[in-house]
T-cell receptor, first 114, second 113 residues
Framework: NAGVTQTPKFRILKIGQSMTLQCTQDMNHNYMYWYRQDPGMGLKLIYYSVGAGITDKGEVPNGYNVSRSTTEDFPLRLELAAPSQTSVYFC?????????????FGPGTRLTVL | GDSVTQMEGPVTLSEEAFLTINCTYTATGYPSLFWYVQYPGEGLQLLLKATKADDKGSNKGFEATYRKETTSFHLEKGSVQVSDSAVYFCALSDQGGAQKLVFGQGTRLTINP
């Protein structure tokens, strides 16, 4: 199993540009998550999904959109990129929604908005 | 809301030293507690967890005990190795609904030979 994969690894955007961060998992997990990690800070939840066709907002959803058309894929869309969105983005997945469950993380995408 | 506070880093130790990384939390319910580790260039991976008070999580020589009375989950290892150099994150997940992790800010650990 490849686990959770993310593309691209690095990206530089200009202010106002748009892009999609890709996330795929091959573990047949129902639950998927997007986090951002700002320098010196912990990860913050952007959006999550409990299954195909179902998504919900996390702590910091403004400026982002998501979709979940398949179990495997959970892309994160940035519209009108702003410098405040410069961050490292992590995708994660888990099999169940219990508070005790383990989340599996991808390697991250480092995004810079100039 | 829920929050996690970790000791500030970076932390630098010599090989075979004793390690403690402090973690305290604030939560309204009875959360599950986790330590995740991030090695250079990789994503986070679960190191250990504890799901109820007085539980001890352990893995790879690391241990942490869920202390409800002090709302703490400190990470310890008796003898660190160079390969333990990484960033360590304490996190909690409150019960009920989807698992929405709340993370501390992370502690960067460097072990010198």
């Amino acid at each position: 199993n490849a686990g959770v994969t993310q593309t691209p690894k690095f990206r530089i955007l200009k202010i106002g540009q748009s892009m999609t961060l890709q996330c795929t998992q091959d573990m047949n997990h129902n639950y998927m998550y997007w986090y951002r990690q700002d320098p010196g800070m912990g990860l913050k939840l952007i959006y999550y999904s409990v299954g195909a066709g179902i998504t919900d907002k996390g702590e910091v959803p403004n400026g982002y959109n998501v979709s979940r058309s398949t179990t495997e894929d959970f892309p994160l869309r940035l519209e009108l990129a702003a410098p405040s969105q410069t961050s490292v983005y992590f995708c994660a997945s888990s099999y169940l929604d219990r508070s005790t469950d383990t989340q599996y993380f991808g390697p991250g995408t480092r995004l810079t908005v100039l | 809301g829920d929050s996690v506070t970790q000791m500030e880093g970076p932390v630098t130790l010599s090989e075979e030293a004793f390690l403690t990384i402090n973690c305290t939390y604030t939560a309204t319910g009875y959360p599950s507690l986790f330590w995740y580790v991030q090695y250079p260039g990789e994503g986070l991976q679960l190191l250990l967890k504890a799901t109820k008070a007085d539980d001890k999580g352990s893995n790879k020589g690391f241990e942490a005990t869920y202390r409800k009375e002090t709302t703490s989950f400190h990470l310890e290892k008796g003898s660190v190795q160079v390969s333990d150099s990484a960033v360590y994150f304490c996190a909690l997940s409150d019960q009920g609904g989807a698992q929405k992790l709340v993370f501390g800010q992370g502690t960067r650990l460097t072990i010198n030979p």
